[in-house]
């Protein structure tokens, strides 16, 4: 049986997929890692707008799926690198046609929303490495 968040069964496999990177921040934090591995400071650095609660919770949701990996190095101060796993690394098509789709749409997307298409999301510089 497939199981979901609250050991709910999945009632359709996009639900699986969706579960895992759904989100508002999940799907760019992936793009990020895409591109290398990153500190915390970096990625929290690269979204601003996350906040740092947010960040470490989706970070531990994707680190739980098996998802990210999360690296812990033995200095002082401590360094904590994420990176994709070879898991993580399957959903790189995925990220890439959700980038792709909301390139072309993001303009009619934000005109339909916000009755301007000037609010276009600025475009992610980390798609070339969701191609590799």
Same mark, same amino acid.
């Given at each position: 049986?497939?199981?979901? @968040?609250?050991?709910? =069964? ?5 639900? /699986?997929?969706?579960?895992?990177? !759904?989100? @508002?921040? @999940? ?15 970096? &990625? ?5 707008? &996350?906040?740092?609660? &947010? ?12 998802? #990210?990996?999360?690296? #812990?190095?033995?200095? /002082?101060? =401590?360094? /904590? ?35 301007? !298409? ?9 798609? =070339?490495?969701?191609?590799?």
């Amino acid at each position: 049986m497939r199981v979901g @968040k609250g050991n709910m =069964p999945y009632g359709c496999p996009m639900e /699986v997929t969706l579960d895992v990177i !759904g989100g @508002k921040w @999940k799907g760019i934090i992936l793009g990020l890692l895409a591109e290398k591995k990153r500190r915390f400071t970096e &990625i929290k650095r690269e979204l601003p707008e &996350i906040t740092q609660r &947010i960040l470490t919770l989706q970070l531990r949701e994707l680190e739980a799926d098996g998802i #990210i990996s999360r690296t #812990i190095y033995q200095e /002082v101060p =401590p360094k /904590v690198e994420y990176a994709l796993t070879d898991f993580g690394r399957t959903l790189k098509p995925i990220l890439l046609a959700m980038h792709e789709w909301g390139e072309r749409y993001g303009g009619e997307v934000a005109e339909r929303k916000h009755g301007s !298409g000037k609010n276009q999301p600025p475009a992610c510089d980390f798609a =070339p490495f969701l191609k590799e």
